[in-house]
């Protein structure tokens, strides 16, 4: 009878192993997927920060900008 309650409690251990597992390997996941929204986002960035340029150039050739406080 000793044997039951030692291959029960194996049992459940396998599972929840194999749960941590697939737990580790969704954060890989989500960490990866992260990393390219952040990618992302900065390639955004960069490119709002180079249309910004481009309009203070317009609006200084067009002597539309604003005089200096």
Request: a negative charge.
């Amino acid at each position: 009878m000793t044997s039951q309650p030692d291959n029960l409690m194996l049992v459940y251990l396998r599972r929840i192993d194999g749960k941590v597992d697939r737990l580790g390997d969704d954060v890989r996941e989500l960490k990866g997927r992260m990393a390219a929204v952040e990618e992302n986002s900065a390639g955004v960035h960069r490119r709002i920060d180079r249309v910004e340029l481009r309009i203070e150039r317009i609006e200084h050739s067009l002597d539309l900008a604003d005089a200096p406080h």
